[in-house]
């Protein structure tokens, strides 16, 4: 993408930019390695966030500059040489619909979930219905009992029937 286009394309800059996520205790390595591969024609925005699941806190770079194939091949070997990903950005006029996609993507997913939770919870309830519930015909209410309850309890007598069984001798 030309920053500045004059007509000519020997006088454009090309701006580009490096993207990846990498441990939080490597970042001020990398800011070094970085700063003098590219003798400082380079800027590095770091941004840190917190993964719940991860081990290790980990931080987010981007790494723009303009200097050619030459400094973005060292920048990215640089990168590839550290614990964390590195990620291709597309150009700044596809941003925009691509995150809409990742957006429509995820309101997908969570749809799907509500569906399969909503689906899953009236299998139990239609699964533990009773066959014959209603009046005993003399005026007395019956009570009912959980079908999900009674398999639970079935299921624990058997298995304290076999731990028993598996601690016999022949």
């Not at 966030?49 to 400094?71: C, L, N, Q």
């Not at 091949?73 to 614990?83: G, P």
């Not at 995150?99 to 239609?126: C, H, M, P, W, Y």
Request: aromatic share 10%; net charge positive; charged share 35%.
């Amino acid at each position: 993408m030309g920053l500045i286009d004059g007509g000519d394309t020997a006088k454009s800059i090309n701006i580009q930019h490096v993207a990846g996520v990498v441990d939080q205790t490597e970042i001020e390595r990398l800011r070094r390695l970085i700063f003098r591969s590219t003798k400082g024609k380079s800027y590095m925005y770091i941004q840190e966030y917190d993964d719940k699941t991860a081990v290790k806190k980990r931080s987010v770079y981007i790494i723009v500059f303009w200097d050619g194939e030459h400094i973005r091949d060292r920048i990215q070997k640089i990168c590839d040489s550290f614990s964390g990903q590195r990620y291709e950005l597309p150009d700044l006029r596809e941003i925009q619909p691509q995150i809409e996609k990742v957006q429509q993507s995820i309101g997908d997913a969570k749809n799907i979930f509500e569906r399969t939770k909503q689906s899953l919870r009236d299998q139990l309830v239609q699964f533990d219905k009773i066959e014959g519930d209603g009046d005993a015909g003399d005026g007395e209410e019956r009570k009912t009992s959980s079908t999900i309850y009674i398999y639970k309890m079935f299921l624990a007598k058997e298995k304290a029937l076999y731990r028993t069984l598996n601690q016999m001798k022949w």
